[in-house]
C-alpha cells in the first residue's frame, strides 16, 4: 500500500510568496494531520481533519496559514503571504478513528526554505 | 510542566547494549501511547504503541507503561548502530481534543 504521499519535498520561495503544500493520504484513513517541525519547537500540530471536516486548527499560527481538504484523499495547507520563519519541515500524517486513538502515519515531509 | 516530557540526549550506548528511553505526560487520562523513531532529515516512524499497564514486545523493542506514575519507556535490547535515531514519545488523550501530543524527543547514539 502506498503511505502518506506529500508534495512538493523541497520548497524555496521568497518571503511574500504564497506557498501551498499538499497531501494525499493512506486510502481508507479518513484523520489527516499537518504537523510543522523545527529545531526550536519540535514536532507541532497545526490542524487535524477527521471526515474531511477540520476538527481543531487550535494550532494553525495565524490567518497567513490555511488548510482544506475537499476529498478524502487530497489536503492542501496555504501560506500567504510567506515570512522567513515560516521555515520548517511540514509533515501530513493520517490515520483511520473509526475506533479513536489509532496510530498515525508519516509522509516525507516538505522542507519549506523562505528565504 | 510540558505535557510530554524526555530527555533530550544525547544517549550514548555501546553496540550490544540495551538503551532506555523514558517519557512522562502529565494528563491522567491519557490512554494511548506511541513511540516513533526519526532518522535525522527523515519523517517519524511508528515503532510500538501500548494502550495498557505493563509490557508490550516486538522483536528487540520492549514498551512499558505505568499509568499509575504517569510513565512510559521504550527498551531497545542488543543496541545496533542503525538505531541511532531521535526517538519520539507521542500520548493521546480526549481530554486534549483527541490529538497526539509529542515529547521533544531524544536522541539515541550507539556506537560500534
Known amino acids: 500500500d502506498a503511505g502518506v504521499i506529500q508534495s512538493p519535498r523541497h520548497e524555496v520561495t521568497e518571503m511574500g510568496q504564497e506557498v501551498t503544500l499538499r497531501c494525499k493520504p493512506i486510502?481508507?484513513?479518513?484523520?489527516l494531520f499537518w504537523y510543522r517541525q523545527t529545531m526550536m519547537r519540535g514536532l507541532e500540530l497545526l490542524i487535524y481533519f477527521n471526515n474531511n471536516v477540520p476538527i481543531d486548527d487550535s494550532g494553525m499560527p495565524e490567518d497567513r496559514f490555511s488548510a482544506k481538504m475537499p476529498n478524502a484523499s487530497f489536503s492542501t495547507l496555504k501560506i500567504q503571504p510567506s515570512e522567513p520563519r515560516d521555515s520548517a519541515v511540514y509533515f501530513c500524517?493520517?490515520?483511520?478513528?473509526?475506533?479513536?486513538?489509532?496510530?498515525?502515519?508519516f509522509g516525507d515531509g516538505t522542507r519549506l526554505s523562505i528565504l | 510542566q510540558k505535557e510530554v516530557e524526555q530527555n533530550s540526549g544525547p544517549l550514548s550506548v555501546p553496540e550490544g547494549a540495551i538503551a532506555s528511553l523514558n517519557c512522562t505526560y502529565s494528563?491522567?487520562?491519557?490512554?494511548?501511547f506511541f513511540w516513533y523513531r526519526q532518522y535525522s532529515g527523515k519523517s517519524p516512524e511508528l515503532i510500538m504503541f501500548?494502550?495498557?499497564?505493563g509490557d508490550k514486545e516486538d522483536g528487540r523493542f520492549t514498551a512499558q507503561l505505568n499509568k499509575a506514575s504517569q510513565y512510559v519507556s521504550l527498551l531497545i535490547r542488543d543496541s545496533q548502530p542503525s538505531d541511532s535515531a531521535t526517538y519520539l514519545c507521542a500520548v493521546f488523550s480526549y481530554n486534549q481534543g483527541g490529538k497526539l501530543i509529542f515529547g521533544q524527543g531524544t536522541e539515541l547514539s550507539v556506537k560500534p
Open positions: 486510502s481508507g484513513h479518513n484523520s
Open positions: 494528563d491522567r487520562g491519557s490512554q494511548s
Open positions: 501500548i494502550y495498557s499497564n
Open positions: 500524517a493520517s490515520s483511520f478513528e473509526g475506533q479513536g486513538n489509532q496510530p498515525q502515519h
